[in-house]
């Protein structure tokens, strides 16, 4: 299903002094320039099949009408493109017509993006047609892009001239410093490479602001931004760029307080006009995380109104039951997945950010506060038991559905006895039937949740299997949207929008550090 909310005249309110704070904190970037390691002609124009060249003959390699250039940079860049352009034959008496198409993956180099007719803007896919009327002549492309493969296709010429590719390269752009920082050596292959790729999609994510994929959408999301810090705290540690996050989403909100699912920050910060249950309350949690990482007064003192408003908003949406009510779900994102009921999920991530928020109180010494939400807590809690705990089935039943995400929110959220979370994740590992996760950002919570009731091997197992098999499929950097059993799947309507560098599948590095390595 679509995400798409289009709120007409949306104002969001601007907070100037958050604004003008989260604008000194804007990282520097870094640099370096790469160039090509690899070359190959595609034989056909949308086939994998390749013929490979030996680069140190490009400058020499002509191009004429219809052929085409594929150039391996044998890494996941993030940066601006340079080409030296230069021709064979006569002067050249046309101008050059060139397609460039950006592909973060091998796969997507050779998909036809013509075939794609899905709801996301193909805008999205990386590929450009321009005219070079000047040869020899430098070519620098003005937009960023992420890439590992860079195919050129000689769209026209004249007979009088052939194109010449002298010279490639990336200049390359992320905050990510990687001084000090040494890849994992536990002795496990597998291991070793899941964390080292959690990391380089970490980096290559890690902009002025960490975004959630820099082919797309290139922008902070609440849900992405919690797990990029996360991961961030045992590697890059930039919590100033967290900080400036924070900010960011709390200098620009919804007029009633609420914080958008997502900001946009050129030209000038603004919320976006899409909001998201599950994600407003992931605010809080990260505001209290951040503050244990870093226990700085500051962001406590500017951010926790704004974090206390995201529960109060969502506790004003509990039906009468006493669970979040319909309505709200319709707001919840937890995952890409339409056939999943997101009932029993809402009301345990709420639950779930209530614990955060608790913590923020105490921390603030905000004691009647703490003491309301204690309340809140306790009342839902209950609630939620009596709706959605089936003690037939042994688990959770959201609206008649079993699933692995609402098993999973229940027990992060401590809803139940530890014994009940434990029948409820193993009955979860048997699950053959119900909606599929299909995002590392839910299967992120899932290795948590078996963490949580004490499965580690089982935990272990699933991310080596998850993350592993991304691997085996060629991942340089870990993916938005991953199905083993379906490796088409994508929740646009077409994969060739889907981004191969994807912020929220960074945590691996994370779950290894803290967990499986102890
Ligand atoms: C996608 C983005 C982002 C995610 C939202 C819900 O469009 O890629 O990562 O947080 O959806």
Known sequence: MALISIIEDFHPLANEKLLSRAEQLTPPLRHSILEPIGGFQLKERYSPEKQEIVLRQLPHLSMGKGENLCLDFGEHLVGYLTLELSYTGSHPDAPAFLKLKFAE???ELSENSQDY???LSRSWIQEEYIHVDLLPSTLVLPRRYAFRYLKITMMDT??????????AECRTESSADWTGLRPLQSG???????HAVSLKTLANCMQEEFEDGPKRDRRLWVGDLRLMALTNAISFRNFDLVKRCLYLFGGSRFPDGRVSANVFTKPT?????????????????TLEEYLQDTGEPEALDDLYDIAMQQVEYALRQLDSTGVVGAEAVKDAFIDWCDELDKSACASAVLLYALRYARRLARRRNDWSQANYLLQQHDALRKAAMERFWSEEQGCFVSNGQISAASQVWMVLADVCSPEQALRAMAKTLSLAEGPRMSTPYMHHYYVMALLRVGLRKEAEEHLRYYWGSMLDAGADTFWECWDPEHPERSPYGGSVVNSYCHAWSCTPAYIIEKYLLK
């Open 158 to 167: 004249s007979p009088k001239y052939k194109l010449i590719v002298r010279h």
């Open 105 to 107: 993956t091998f796969q």
């Open 269 to 285: 910060v603004e919320g976006d006009d899409t909001f998201l249950f599950d994600y407003a309350l992931l605010y809080t949690v």
């Open 117 to 119: 007719d899905g709801w």
């Open 188 to 194: 496990d292959e597998q291991l070793d490479r899941i």
